[in-house]
């Protein structure tokens, strides 16, 4: 499995960005998939998840109404559009994979429920 995300940038506050993450596995259209991000000097922390069809998506609080986690199963891609960005977004955003087929709400914050990360794509967003 390899996930290579893709899309980052500097943005100015108000700003969008989509990002992309590209998956290089099988039964990509099994697994739900999440985003993570971890600023400078913090802890990675969830961001969104979506299920293996995208009919269920969580979201963290720190961007609901301004993100949108989606998926392309026929190109093996997760996208999250970005919107509103504020300056306390900057980060460096990971895609990842989910360990298991099944997708719970309640367990997809986790970063122990995710087996395969992303390398990482930069998000700067300048006040």
């Known amino acids: 499995v390899q996930l290579q995300a893709s899309g980052g940038g500097l943005v100015q506050t108000g700003g969008s960005l989509i990002l992309s993450c590209a998956a290089s596995m099988d039964a990509f259209s099994s697994y739900a998939m999440g985003w993570f991000r971890q600023a400078p000097g913090e802890e990675r922390e969830f961001i969104s998840a979506?299920?293996?069809?995208?009919?269920?998506?969580v979201y963290a609080d720190s961007v609901k109404g301004r993100f949108t986690i989606s998926r392309d199963n026929a190109a093996n891609t997760v996208y999250l559009q970005m919107n509103s960005l504020k300056p306390e977004d900057t980060a460096v955003y990971y895609c990842a994979k989910l360990r298991r087929v099944i997708f719970s709400a309640r367990v997809a914050d986790k970063e122990v429920m995710y087996d395969y990360w992303g390398q990482g794509t930069l998000v700067t967003v300048s006040s």
């Open positions: 979506i299920n293996f069809d995208g009919s269920s998506t």
